[in-house]
């Protein structure tokens, strides 16, 4: 479905049809002279077959029939997936299976896809995970696969072939018949048709694909690939972000073969552990760091069959940057601990049992989801385990834990440590994403240390036992009528409850979540800087004594909105109204040391830095400030929070919040109205606010944009980076429902076209997308593409999304009454799709509870309406958007890049390169302020918005509107 401002929305009929197909060969096959190729096989493969030519049109064949698609390459294995409408998955399944029978690969197409591939790999160089992901595999022995660039550029798949007389073309097709055979295959495929039927199918179809009969690619005899001297060392690395974090990491023997066992589970559930005794509390209690997360992702680089990675990675404050070698010594004295106890069959026992509820009262997942995952499965473990092999703990066997165990030593370890504190202290380069590092020894009093008999801490001990694991999975009875959706139990000054007993899924688990509504938030910047402050220090309070909660399969999440804080809770209800109670309790007492309120207020200084150097969230944080008043902007935060805040600044704030407010709950699931009533009353009684003299907003009011087009660009803040953004959006207007259906119809029409004309034809980025907007109630539509100053200008950008948009009125005009029909009917089975599990049908009703609309039978009358909308109709509302008259705002993100300097080589270019020598010697520049960015001749007839505040003074500002009627 298109991208949208609002949750995605479906209901009751049928479920989609899904489709998965795992290939075993991944990045290790590519060829030592075209790196990426694999990743570029499963770009080119879409990009037409022989039975079916034309480019996208698997992509336009789902489309218009409600469906999506993606692929991914690994290491050693490549995926595929889609998903349609029941009706339409014969003929998809055909058309999909294409790719592996008979694509066309045309040299033409390999040119262009090159830049989409190179795109991605653009897009994921700012990216410190990717980055570090990069520097660790290149630590590997040489000529060893994990030292491979798995992502493939422009660089590696076009120039230097050119420049050494490799034909890409060739190479791919070669590639193509040597591995993608049917013996490398695995295939899953979900279907409310009958199992001879599914399977006549496949047989039917998926015979043509070729098998040649050669081995498959086997890397299990490559084993231990960082055993060499540069892996035990300490990486010094700066980062992009400003984080401190510090990653320990083994480089194991594989241990997929012990799947049944799963011991490094185990390990990691008790190095991750937050309760008492844990690293983690410890840590915490130090002001030293923020998270732990300790284990294997299970992702094809940190498992495959030539190692398994076994990592601790800590997000470290301030404080725990200077202390990191302490902090590293509490890791090996853990690691000790459980060594010298060894495996624990009572905390096996625990976490078998947590498994063994959650898989067995698992609620169904996304069809694709679903298939994607059994495919894999299908690669790795026996038939019989294909559907849980992944998820249960089998047997305990203490011999392979230990075994294990005992490999995480001190001498054997890899420590990678960021820091912005690292600049300037960096003289190596890895090759592809440019990262800084430095390499040294780990200093020898600590090597001393670690190889003598060092003590244990007696701070750090196993868990106790987990009280919150649920015994009881009774069904409960309900208490009042059945309805199809949420009734108000509640209604009074001090808030206002939803309520349905789940009568559909029957599971014994419930949804609950509140939404704490004040208007003390957005009184100033200064308030929203200490809002962002007390979440974070409340979720700091409860991390340690609701951690059990959380591995007990109870999840829960605070997060500061707009209007009012959101407390979330989903899980098994048996003990869900003792983690709503521990909230509460927290909420009600809360407090902040001071060397806990400094080590947030450092932390949020670091977090709104990193938003605001990304393009996509600049992009996001200008448009919203131009477009909704009195929004305060992520940039005045940051100046709120550089400003001396203190823990009484925080009280204060925080003894208002709690003074008067108003609580708007919904509780979905295995609970009844009376237990349900008691969730909200604990609210009231706990927390003793007054009422709030008038109901506050819960959203903003909004602009009308002129009637003429204006462009707000900005210089993107992190000029190590050449991504860029554009956003070309039109505002419609206040509509009601049916404006809102017809918008949503419109974008759906337009998103293959969008793709295949700004993405497939003129290749300007890897993001391309058009969106369908609903700022609080204000409808309208916009086309984004994510692209590289290196590239391309933004303001050339503009002018190709402006001609797609020309081309698309055309073939919208020129569209047959059945191709209308076709997306018409897409769109109401996508809205007739029956919901996988509760939280579908809990997340749209919570929208309609969130944003006090409250037409929970919204998706009814969507169809309804669906049914009635002819073509003429929809292109008369696009048509009256586009005109003369349109209300068009740009918003660019101006990357760094050659492009940009040539598109303003006649006149000034602000800000492209650094204006002194303190920013020259640094990698993190000034994010306190925008820099506007005047446009070139291509775009001389849109009016400049150089000062935000300027511009929407003048506007006519529309009342608070809800899309009701």
């Keep these: 479905m298109n991208k949208t401002d609002e949750g995605d929305t479906k209901c ?42 034309d480019e996208n049109s698997f992509d336009t064949f789902l489309k218009r029939h409600g469906g999506s698609d993606n692929a991914s390459t690994d290491c050693e294995r490549t995926m595929f997936h889609f998903a349609v409408q029941r009706k339409y998955f014969k003929e998809a399944l055909d058309r999909w299976a294409q790719f592996f029978i008979c694509p066309l690969l045309i040299p033409d197409a390999v040119d262009r896809e090159v830049e989409a591939v190179d795109s991605e790999y653009q897009l994921a160089r700012p990216s410190d995970s990717h980055r570090k992901e990069m520097l660790f595999g290149s630590l590997a022995k040489v000529n060893h696969p994990m030292s491979k660039f798995f992502w493939g550029s422009a660089q590696t798949l076009k120039q230097e ?13 070669e590639f193509w018949k040597r591995y993608y055979s049917a013996h490398y295959m695995t295939l899953a495929v979900q279907s409310k048709e009958t199992l001879d039927n599914l399977e006549k199918w496949v047989r039917e179809i998926f015979i043509k694909i070729p098998n040649n009969g050669q081995p498959r690619a086997d890397f299990s005899h490559l084993q231990d690939p960082f055993n060499t001297p540069a892996f035990n060392k300490l990486y010094r690395v700066v980062p992009v972000k400003k984080v401190h974090a510090l990653t320990i990491s083994w480089a194991l023997p594989p241990q997929g073969k012990h799947y049944r066992i799963k011991p490094l589970h185990y390990i990691s559930w008790l190095i991750g552990h937050e309760g008492a005794g844990s690293i983690l509390s410890l840590l915490r209690k130090k002001c030293w760091a923020l998270a732990l997360f300790g284990g294997n992702s299970e992702t094809g680089f940190d498992q495959n069959t030539t190692y398994s990675i076994f990592c601790v990675s800590i997000a470290l404050t301030d404080e725990g940057f200077q202390n990191v070698f302490q902090i590293i010594h509490i890791v090996f004295q853990y690691l000790k601990m459980l060594q010298s106890i060894g495996p624990q069959q009572r905390i096996y026992g625990e976490i078998q049992k947590i498994e063994a509820n959650e898989f067995y009262f698992q609620e169904q997942t996304d069809p694709m989801e679903f298939v994607e ?67 040294e020894d780990i200093p020898q009093e600590w090597c001393d240390l670690w190889a003598g008999d060092f003590p244990l801490n ?103 909105g707009d209007h009012g804080l959101f407390i979330r809770l989903k899980g098994f209800n048996h003990k869900l109204p003792l983690l709503l109670k521990l909230i509460v309790d927290h909420l009600s007492d809360f407090s902040a040391a001071l060397d806990v309120f400094s080590m947030f207020t450092e932390q949020l200084k670091k977090t709104y830095f990193n938003i605001l150097i990304k393009p996509e969230q600049l992009g996001k944080d200008v448009r919203l400030q131009i477009l909704e008043h009195h929004r305060l902007s992520l940039m005045q935060k940051y100046h709120a929070i550089m400003a001396d805040l203190s823990v009484g600044d925080l009280m204060d704030f925080v003894n208002r919040f709690k003074d008067a407010l108003y609580v708007e709950g919904l509780i979905q699931g295995n609970f009844t109205s009376a237990e349900s009533k008691e969730f909200l009353q604990y609210f009231i009684e706990k927390l003793q606010y007054k009422p709030l003299p008038v109901e506050p907003p819960v959203q903003f009011r909004v602009v009308e944009l002129p009637q003429a087009p204006h462009l707000c660009k900005v210089q993107s803040l992190n000029k190590d980076d050449a991504n860029a953004e554009v956003i070309v959006y039109y505002q419609t207007g206040l509509r009601n429902l049916r404006e809102h259906t017809l918008m949503e119809l419109l974008v759906m029409h337009m998103e293959e076209p969008c793709f295949d004309f700004l993405r497939t034809k003129q290749t ?77 049908e809990v997340d749209r009703n919570w929208f309609e509870v969130v944003t006090q609309q409250y037409v929970f039978e919204r998706l009814h009358k ?35 890049g050659e492009k940009e300097k040539q598109t303003h080589e006649n006149g000034p270019m602000p800000a492209l390169e650094p204006q002194n020598e303190e920013n020259q010697s640094s990698s993190y520049g000034n994010v306190s302020e925008l820099t506007f960015l005047p446009a070139s001749p291509a775009l001389a007839t849109a009016t400049m918005i150089t000062d935000i505040r300027a511009f929407t003074s003048s506007l006519k500002l529309h009342p608070y509107h809800k899309i009701l009627t």
């Design 373 to 439: 995952n059994i495919c894999e499965n299908m690669q790795l473990y026996p038939k019989e385990d294909f559907l849980c092999g992944d998820q249960l703990m089998f047997e305990y066997n203490q011999e392979v834990i230990s075994a294990a165990l005992t490999l995480l030593t001190p001498e054997t370890a890899n420590l990678l440590l960021l820091s912005p504190e690292h600049e300037g202290r960096c003289p190596l380069k890895e090759r592809w994403f440019g990262t800084l590092y430095s390499a």
């Design 764 to 840: 300007l980025g890897y993001q391309v997308y058009a969106c369908f907007r609903n700022t609080s109630g204000m409808l309208g539509f916009s086309v984004t593409v994510e692209t590289q100053a290196t590239k391309f200008s933004t303001d050339f950008v503009e002018t190709k999304i402006e001609e797609f948009l020309v081309n698309f009125g055309e073939k919208l005009t020129g569209l047959s009454d059945e191709g209308f029909q076709t997306q018409a009917t897409a769109l109401i089975k996508l809205k007739e799709c029956e919901d996988t599990q509760l939280g579908d």
């Design 862 to 896: 969507e169809i309804e309406i669906l049914k009635d909308i002819t073509k003429d109709k929809l292109v008369s509302f696009f048509m009256d958007h586009r005109g003369a008259n349109s209300r068009k705002l740009s918003i660019h993100v101006v990357g760094f």
């Design 161 to 173: 072939p050119k420049e050494k007389n490799i034909n890409t073309y060739d190479h791919l097709s």
């Design 12 to 53: 009751c009929s049928e479920k989609q049809s899904a489709a998965s197909l795992c290939i075993s060969v991944g990045s290790f096959s590519d060829p030592e002279d075209l790196p990426g190729l694999a990743h570029f096989l499963e770009h080119m493969v879409f990009m037409g077959s022989e039975k079916y030519p």
């Design 458 to 560: 007696p701070d750090l001990h196993l868990p106790a036992e987990n009280k919150f694991i649920a015994t009881d999975f009774t069904l409960k009875s309900s208490d009042c009528p059945d309805t199809d959706f949420p009734v108000k139990i509640m209604d009074s000054s001090r808030g206002r409850l939803w309520f349905r007993k789940d009568n559909k899924f029957k599971m014994p688990k419930a949804y609950a979540r509140f939404h704490l509504l004040t208007p003390v938030i957005q009184e100033s910047p200064k308030n929203l800087v200490l809002f962002d402050l007390f979440v974070n220090i409340l979720a700091h309070n409860l991390a340690e004594p609701a951690y059990d909660a959380e591995m007990a399969q109870l999840e829960y999440k605070l997060l500061p």
